[in-house]
Structures are given as C-alpha cells and as structure tokens.
C-alpha cells in the first residue's frame, strides 16, 4: 500500500511511496499525530541520488520487521533536502554539534515540538564497527521515551537552547578590502596541492567558486600565481577520472586526491559552476582546453538533464544497473580492457586503454578503470581519438542508465542560466543562449507563477509546496542578469529587480545579515543562517553579487548598501576559510574594482557587445541595445548616443566615467581588468 508521499512531487520521496514505512511528509500534522500518540518523530531526510540513503532504504525502510517496529513507536517523516534546505540546515547542525560529523541519509529523532534528541546518519541493519543497528536505536530511543522522558527533555531543550545561542557574528563593519583578500589568496595558497591540483586532500570537491576568485584576482591585480593555481587546477580535473571523458560532465567529487576515481553522482549546480568556470578560463587564457570542457559540459547538460519544460534536472544517480541487474555504483562509466576488445576491436582497444588509463588491475572495483587522460601516451592522433570516444560512447549509451532526479531546483537553474547564456554568448553558440532563456521562461512562469514569490521546486511543470530560500533569490537574480547581458532584454533585469526586492524585504536583518528564510516561512527549532560557500555559493554570497551587480546596473543605492553589508561576512571569513567563502571572495573582487558598468550603444550581438561580454573585470555588467526605447531597458543606455553615428561604448566606475569609444581593441583594453 502506498503511502502519504505518493501525493508529494519529490522524486526522493516518490522513492519512498511503497515502502511499508508509514512515512509522512514534514508538516504541522505529522507531529500533531505524534502529540496525539504521545511517541517521537523520526526525521529521515535524503536527497534522491544519495548512495548510502538508497542502501539505508533497501535494508532497513523495506524491511517489515522494522517497518512495523517504526509505525507502532514513531511518526516517521520523510524529507528531501533539495526541497526543504531549511530544514536540513537546523537539523545537520544540530547533528555535527552533538557527533562532529554530518552527512546523509540524516536520522534524527524529535519530540513532538521538533526538538531534536539523539542523531545520526546511516546505520546498519546489523550492528558493525562498532554503530548499533537501526532496529537497536530504534528500541534504545524507544525505552529512552517511555522510562526516561524527563532525561529526553532536557537533552532536547539544551540543543535548542544552545543553537539559538550561536548568533552568528558577521565581521562587523566594512567590507573586504585588499588586506582581507591578499591573506585569502594566501590561504589558499597554503593548501592547495601542487602535484594533483585543487585543496586540501581527499576527498577532493571541484573548487568551482574558488577557482572564479583566483580568476578575477588575476584580471584584477595580475598575481600570477593565482592564474596558475586556478588554470593548473581546472586541467588536473578535466584531465581526470572526476570529468566523463566521453559524455562531457562532472561527477560530485573524487575519493582521492588525484581525481582518478569519482563518486558517480553528477548534480546540475556542479556542472554549471563548473561550465561557467572553464568558460571564464578560456577568456583569460583563450585555452583550447577550457573552451572543449565548457561547451561540453554545457552541452552534457543540455543532453542529459533538460526537462520536457524547458528546466533542468537536478542529478544523475552513481548508481546503475551492471551486467547481472545489480544496482552499483559506477557502472555505466567504467570500462575493462576485454569491454574495450568487445567494441573496438583489439588494435583501437590497445590505443584506448593507453590513451584513457584503462589497465588489467583496474583504477575501481573488480577490475575496472574510470576513464581519464594520463597524458603518458604520447602524440595522439585526434581523428583517432575522436572515433574511438565515438564508438565507445554508442557503446555506452546502450547500457542501463543512470536514474535521472526530475525535480527543477529554483537556484541550480539559475547558476545553469548564467552559465548557459555565457558560454553560448562566448562561443557563438545560440541554440545554449536559447535553452537558457527557455529555463527563465520556465523560472518565471511556474516558480513566480500567480503567488510573486520564488518557488523552491517544480517537477513536470507542476510548481511544489515549498518556498523559495535566499539561494533561489539570489542565484535566480544571477542568472537573470546573465542572460540580460547576453540577449540585450531588459526585462530580464526587471526581473532580478524584483527578486532582489523581495531579498531587502524579507532575507536581511541587522546589520546587513542575511537569512536564510524569508521573515513570514514557516518558523523552526532556529532561523537557518549560513554564509558558507560548500558545494554551491551560500544564499547569503549568491545574494550579494546578484545585488552588487543590480546596483551597477541601475544606480540603486539600496542595493548597493545591502551588497556592502552582506559582504561585511567575508571580511570576516575570508582571511580565515577562503576554501569555503569563494563565491564570496569573487563578489568582493567585483567590489574592489567596481564593478565596471559597460554601456554599449549599438547592436546587440555586434561586435563591441561581444567584446564587453569577453571583458575580464571581476563583475562587470553590460547593457547594450540601440534605438530610443533601449534607456527604457536599461538605465544605463540612458543619454549614451552613437559617436559619429557608429556603435559607441561607455566604461565607467566608482562613478567616472572614461572617454566613450567606437574602437573594440581599445574597448578590450578598458576592461582587461587592470
């Protein structure tokens, strides 16, 4: 019998529907029951291409011993943490402040006012390395709330207590400054890895939003060792195991530090950080490299997780059914030698293993090899090459596929926005510009829909119950004012504008802190605030670029203050953890050298358009439009007429202004960065 999920549109939760667990959606009326019964919430919450979550489902949720054991002592709640970030974020702090560690699947038991009172994540159907079994906790939570609920209370109460106490401290006044920046650049410096590339040891995350600072502190100062640590970086990870050597796309991470082996999971806000990234690179370092793995990944993107309306998916599964029908990890992407004989015969077979690092003992399980570019195989003939990535990729695709997660992630659309529209700008390519538009098509009319406020999700074009958080706001605005710099359309900033309001009015509190939540969301154990870069920027950095660069484009002061003092976090973070504040540091880079406002009088899509949009100063905007109506679109084509009746462009900053130019060499010059 299915349960309550089979209503919700979470592809997560749908995972869940069948399970003979009694599983309720988070609501007031899963713990309402739970008053009723007088017995604890269990809170399980995933994301749908989470491995351990799937194992912890297969051998404990589908189980009926333990299933009925839960319904008879728990409400238990389901929660995908793609939808309801919120949520997540209370509770994955509560659960690294009482073990020192996170992760999901997260378990977490609270008491029917959601106070949370013992934690974990994954645990074992059988007791193993010393973790109880789940059925275990389940009857030691259970004795704990029937002979010691005194005891459970005030654990609770202490929990909470102690995370309302951690008010967050936002590094007071001012903004970053050169001082802030250079100890960040030193940071990173000290822990970035010279042999393999990329920071810190293994695991190895791809540091897309670091690697966009050490861009625009380059084109902003000309430090050439940051160049080099971000160009050294991006080709030791396209060249490894964690890009798909023959789809385009990156994985999550590597499980070591040489990004040979990944974990196949691939997620849309990886690859469109990462799509963005290498775009970025080749118009600093004009890379052949950089161009291939951004238009390939742009278009794996395109390929692989574009919806029927026009959004994009948000993850690929690592996991896939192999030769016998067995689910796991990895198995659509790697590859054996006598597989390589099967579909190319033994001569191109021998060429491939050498050219892709495929070898008798395997780099994963069982023999296999993840494909990567070792670079040991000499001077390559490309027609070759090309072939034979051809023909395995046909090969491939014939394989089980890797389940797809449907659901359209407000924020992870408009990073995919920004990337799309640029490097479709950047490459001539106007079908991704086109794509990019027709996913803010999408953003506007389901997300915005009739309600004007962001929705979190929508699957099949059916808006979700969630809320949009700041991330949506801010990485949504980002990608408008992307694709209105690309297409010329100034609605497109109208409606940042109107996002970016909705951030001033409902995310900021004193100060210039941001919130995670809008002031009228639903109320939790605690108000979510993180200004932490991880695996996407933070709603708090994403939010103050998107306002940074809006003030730039209309003169806001409103906005412009609101960006200074969001950005009062990274002063305080960046000198301390550059790793995590990246997005942060190239939004203050942007605020050090502006950011320039770039008017172009002349035809969108002509030549100084192009030559503004390929401008390497951290953050600039650019406007271009012709005709009396373009200061209607954008304020700043206001009084910007054509020199000599030619295309004319402007370049001003901290408000002066250079002398305008019809010349694109001289225009290029203007915005090299320094």
């Known amino acids: 019998m299915a349960n309550r999920l089979a209503q919700t549109t ?11 667990v009694d599983w309720w959606p988070w609501s007031p009326e899963a ?38 054991y839960l319904n008879a002592h728990f409400v238990p709640v389901k929660v995908d943490r793609e939808e309801r970030p919120d949520v997540d974020a209370v509770y994955m702090e509560a659960v690294q402040a009482a073990t020192g560690h996170g992760g999901w699947p997260m378990t977490v038991f609270l008491t029917p006012d959601a106070e949370p009172f013992y934690f974990g994540t994954y645990f074992p159907p059988e007791p193993r390395h010393g973790s109880p079994s789940f059925q275990q906790v389940l009857e030691g939570v259970t004795a704990a709330w029937t002979d010691r609920r005194d005891e459970v209370a005030e654990v609770a109460g202490r929990i909470v207590a102690d995370l309302a106490g951690r008010s967050l401290v936002h590094g007071g006044d001012g903004v970053p400054g050169e001082s802030e ?14 042999q393999h590339g990329g920071f810190g040891g293994a695991p190895k995350f791809p540091p897309a939003m670091a690697v966009e600072f050490l861009l625009r502190h380059y084109a902003r100062t000309g430090a050439e060792g940051a160049l080099q ?5 991006c080709t030791a990870m396209a060249r490894g195991g964690i890009y798909d050597q023959l789809g385009g796309g990156f994985a999550r991470y590597s499980v070591d530090r040489e990004w040979i082996v990944p974990h196949f999971e691939k997620m849309l806000y990886d690859n469109a950080l990462l799509c963005r990234v290498y775009a970025h690179l080749w118009r600093t370092t004009g890379s052949d490299e950089a161009r291939r793995i951004a238009l390939e990944t742009a278009d794996f993107m395109v390929r692989e997780l574009r919806t029927a309306e026009g959004g994009f998916a948000s993850a690929l599964d690592a996991d896939s059914e192999d030769a016998d029908g067995k689910h796991v990890e990895g198995a659509y992407y790697v590859w054996t ?30 023999g296999a090899s993840v494909l990567r570019l070792p670079g040991d195989a000499g001077p390559v003939d490309a027609a070759r090459v090309a072939g034979v990535r051809a ?31 640029e490097t479709g700008a950047y490459f001539d390519r106007p079908d991704l510009v086109e794509r990019a538009t027709e996913a803010a098509d999408l953003l506007v009319r389901v997300h915005l829909g009739e309600v004007a406020r962001l929705t979190r999700t929508s699957k099949d074009g059916r808006a979700g119950d969630n809320a949009g958080v700041l991330e949506d706001y801010g990485d949504v605005a980002e990608g408008f004012l992307a694709l209105a710099a690309v297409t010329g359309e100034g609605a497109w900033l109208e409606f940042a504008g109107f996002l970016l309001d909705i951030v001033l009015e409902q995310f900021t509190g004193e100060g210039g802190q941001l919130y995670d939540t809008a002031h009228d969301a639903e109320q939790l154990i605690r108000r979510p605030q993180d200004p932490t870069d991880s695996a996407t920027p933070s709603g708090w950095t994403a939010a103050a670029g998107a306002l940074l660069s809006y003030a730039a484009y209309t003169g806001s002061e409103a906005h412009r203050t609101a960006a200074e003092g969001a950005l009062g976090v990274v002063k305080a973070l960046g000198p301390r953890v550059p790793r995590f504040v990246g997005w942060g540091l190239a939004v203050a880079e942007a605020l050090l050298d502006g950011p320039r406002e770039v008017a172009i009088a002349g035809p969108v899509g002509g030549e100084l358009h192009r030559t ?53 060499g001289e225009l290029a010059a203007k915005l090299g960065g320094r």
């Open 337 to 366: 030698p006598a597989q390589l004989r099967e579909v190319l015969g033994e001569d191109d077979a021998a060429f491939a293993a050498a050219y892709f690092g495929v070898s008798e003992d395997g780099t994963f399980e069982e």
């Open 31 to 68: 713990f309402e029951e739970a008053r009723k019964r007088d017995v604890p919430v269990l809170l399980s919450v995933g994301y749908a291409s989470c491995h351990w979550c799937h194992v912890m489902a297969h051998e404990s949720f589908e189980d009926e011993t333990v299933a009925a």
């Open 391 to 421: 023909r395995l990729l046909a090969a491939r695709d014939e394989r089980p596929h890797p389940g797809r997660d449907d659901k359209v992630v407000a924020a992870w659309n408009g990073l995919a926005i920004a990337a799309l529209a």
């Open 10 to 20: 979470s592809p997560y939760l749908l995972q869940h529907a069948d399970n003979p």
């Open 612 to 664: 503004a949009l390929l401008g390497r100063a951290p953050g600039a905007v650019v406007a271009a439009g012709e005709g009396p109506g373009a200061g209607a679109e954008f304020p700043l084509l206001v009084d910007r007429p054509l020199m000599g009746g030619e295309p004319t462009a402007y370049v001003c900053r901290h408000f002066v202004c250079d002398a305008p130019t019809n010349d694109a």
């Open 229 to 233: 640590m971000a160009a050294d970086t």
């Open 181 to 194: 920046v250079a100890q960040a650049l030193l940071g990173l410096t000290r822990e970035y890895d010279e």
